[in-house]
């Protein structure tokens, strides 16, 4: 297992942004496919973006332009830069790892889950 803890949710302005860590403690994620999940209450899990294990991102609709992904396999941390946010942005926000190289916006490809942060957007 590899713990995943998020950091940097909060509050924040429509138009604002925010950065949000997560650090996988003790372990380097050279063979581990990386993404960011949002869960706003009353919906489903969505995908916000992913990082494979060779570096490909792969990004959904809602975030494209406003959203980057990055990761840090040596300091086994990677990150979620998010600009211009919407009320909609809002929501619980996840970081998740599986092993594997492709990377994937599908809840059900990853196994290990940290345990969330809040985000808010007011308009």
């Known amino acids: 297992q590899v713990p995943l803890v998020e950091s940097g949710g909060g509050s924040v302005q429509a138009g604002g942004s925010l950065r949000l860590p997560c650090a996988a403690s003790?372990?380097?994620?050279?063979?581990?496919?990386l993404a960011w999940f949002r869960q706003a209450p009353g919906k489903e899990r969505e995908g916000i973006a992913s990082?494979?294990?060779?570096?490909?991102?792969v990004y959904a609709e809602s975030g494209k332009g406003r959203v980057i992904v990055s990761r840090d396999n040596v300091k086994g941390s990677m990150a979620l830069q998010m600009d211009n946010l919407k009320p909609e942005d809002s929501g619980v926000y996840y970081c998740?790892?599986?092993?594997?190289?492709?990377?994937?916006?599908?809840?059900?490809?990853?196994?290990?889950w940290g345990q969330g942060t809040q985000v808010t957007v007011s308009s």
């Open positions: 998740a790892a599986a092993p594997g190289w492709v990377p994937s916006l599908r809840p059900r490809d990853y196994s290990i």
């Open positions: 990082t494979g294990g060779d570096g490909s991102t």
């Open positions: 003790g372990y380097v994620l050279n063979y581990y496919c």
